[in-house]
């Protein structure tokens, strides 16, 4: 397939109806947007969503616009968008990291793909640009790890694919027509092939529903445990209690009043 980066989303055919939902830290549009494009009876969803960072910080109003913009929607794809030619990484990705898991699970992560912008990029110091993305690329898997709060060995058993994404004019084409990177990929036909491997893959795809999104009913939460702490309380609290109270009535010495006057009862009753 021989796809153009003007039309990328628009001749992507994917095996069913898929949504693609596309996490970025800076965006354009301060509302997400969904484009859906068909062809032979399929159907790909793609969600753009706006940046989650505002001023340094976690943009709580536009995480709740996305999560609200998502319910009863299922998420099968989520592009973690950063750029390649950062050198560094920084707590902002592992802040983000975390607002992604909070909100709709560890699981989403086994449906996740990292993607690199401006891939058209010359590493510094002629370090060579494979070894410059497989440096960017671990160092901000191993944030976004800590940041979802996955153990490593499970998250490396999500096994997390990075793709590279130049949307520029600068790409050289190859004898196709494909727009490739310094490293000779075809972009956009590996960026599809990975969509499609994910989507495909055995994890669960993350439906957004309404418990998801306002997380659980504080009026609930619990009730399924009150009878068994009122059979704890009551066989280990209040029976041996009533026991010794019992106990302590039958061994009390009663004032000669008293047992004189049970006597004259007793005698009466025969």
Excluded at 102 to 110: A, E, Q, R, V
Excluded at 172 to 193: C, M, R
Excluded at 226 to 253: C, H, S, W
Excluded at 260 to 269: G, Q, S, V, Y
């Amino acid at each position: 397939m021989i796809l153009s980066c003007d039309v990328l989303w628009v001749v992507i055919v994917l095996l069913s109806d898929y949504n693609v939902c596309s996490f970025v830290a800076k965006s354009e549009g301060p509302r997400p947007v969904i484009v859906s494009r068909s062809r032979a009876g399929f159907t790909l969803n793609i969600i753009d969503t706006p940046g989650l960072i505002e001023g340094g910080y976690i943009n709580d109003m536009a995480l709740d616009i996305i999560k609200r913009f998502l319910l009863n929607k299922t998420i099968d794809v989520l592009l973690y968008v950063d750029r390649l030619d950062v050198y560094r990484v920084d707590n902002l990705d592992k802040v983000v990291a975390k607002a992604i898991t909070d909100s709709f699970g560890k699981g989403i992560w086994s449906k996740t793909i990292l993607a690199l912008t401006h891939a058209q990029f010359s590493p510094p110091d002629g370090l060579p640009y494979d070894e410059f993305f497989s440096q960017r690329s671990e160092s901000l898997l191993k944030v976004l790890r800590s940041g979802a709060r996955i153990k490593k060995e499970a998250f490396q058993a999500a096994s997390i694919p990075v793709v590279l994404v130049e949307n520029s004019g600068r790409c050289n084409k190859n004898d196709s027509d494909e727009k490739v990177l310094p490293n000779g990929t075809a972009w956009i036909p590996n960026l599809v092939q990975t969509i499609t491997d994910i989507a495909l893959n055995q994890s669960e795809s993350i439906h957004v529903d309404k418990n998801l999104i306002e997380g659980p009913n504080p009026n609930q939460r619990g009730k399924l445990w009150t009878p068994l702490v009122f059979a704890i309380q009551y066989f280990l609290i209040m029976k041996p209690i009533k026991g010794l109270i019992e106990k302590d009535i039958a061994n009390e010495r009663k004032p000669t009043w008293e047992r004189r006057d049970a006597a004259f009862r007793k005698r009466d009753l025969y």
